[in-house]
């Protein structure tokens, strides 16, 4: 069984801080996923990565598949951004998801 | 393109009860998923379909029913409801090995 977990649970930073959230995992995987869960409750997939990074925008997702851990850093924050944000793990046509990074960005 | 749709958006059930969550996408993904999110945990696989005619089991199956007739539909049968199965239910859908685009969900309570 594939463990997620993600550190920090919480987090709260400062607009225009650079924010890095981590993602650990147990067990081969064929793909990361990162999703942003709004205040809402709408989930959006951000990224999917099976090696190296990917960047969109002011995000950016690493993925280090020896040491089977994932960082998704956002830079230059903003209030917008706050939400929540969920490491999943793909494997066997299923993902298993981390609790959740709770990001709040204060003005 | 409407994407994933969910209804209903709330429900109250009393014990025992029994209901059907919708979902539907027009995406024409060959896969859908359905979640259940509880405060603090991670969102858990409760049943997922491959495609029409075909589903299995997730992590939480237990209480739950699920039926795939069409490629765009993939309702979820609560039978005999219990204050265990109060949550927030998300349905997703995606192509095989792709990001998975998620429903806006169903707060359900149980009483």
């Known amino acids: 069984k594939n463990e997620v977990e993600q550190s920090p649970q919480n987090l709260t930073a400062q607009e225009g801080e650079f924010i890095t959230i981590n993602c650990s995992y147990s067990v081969g995987i064929s793909a990361l996923h990162w999703l942003q869960q709004h205040p809402g409750g709408g989930i959006v997939s951000l990224f999917m990565l099976s090696s190296g990074k990917k960047k969109h925008g002011r995000l950016i997702a690493t993925i280090n598949i020896q040491e089977k851990h994932s960082s998704l850093h956002i830079t230059a924050s903003h209030p917008r951004d706050s939400a929540v944000y969920i490491c999943?793990?793909?494997?066997?046509?299923?993902?298993?998801f981390g609790a959740g990074t709770i990001l709040r960005v204060k003005s | 393109n409407a994407g994933v749709t969910q209804t209903p958006k709330f429900r109250i059930l009393k014990i025992g009860q029994s209901m059907t969550l919708q979902c539907a996408q027009d995406m024409n993904h060959n896969y859908m998923y359905w979640y259940r999110q509880d405060p603090g945990m991670g969102l858990k696989l409760i049943y997922y379909s491959v495609g029409a005619g075909i589903t299995d089991k997730g992590e939480v199956p237990n209480g739950y029913n699920v039926s795939r007739s069409t490629t765009e539909d993939f309702p979820l049968r609560l039978e005999l409801a219990a204050p265990s199965q109060t949550s927030v239910y998300f349905c997703?859908?995606?192509?095989?090995?792709?990001?998975?685009?998620f429903g806006p969900g169903t707060r359900l309570t149980v009483l």
């Open positions: 997703a859908s995606s192509y095989v090995s792709r990001e998975q685009f």
């Open positions: 999943a793990v793909e494997y066997g046509n299923k993902l298993v």
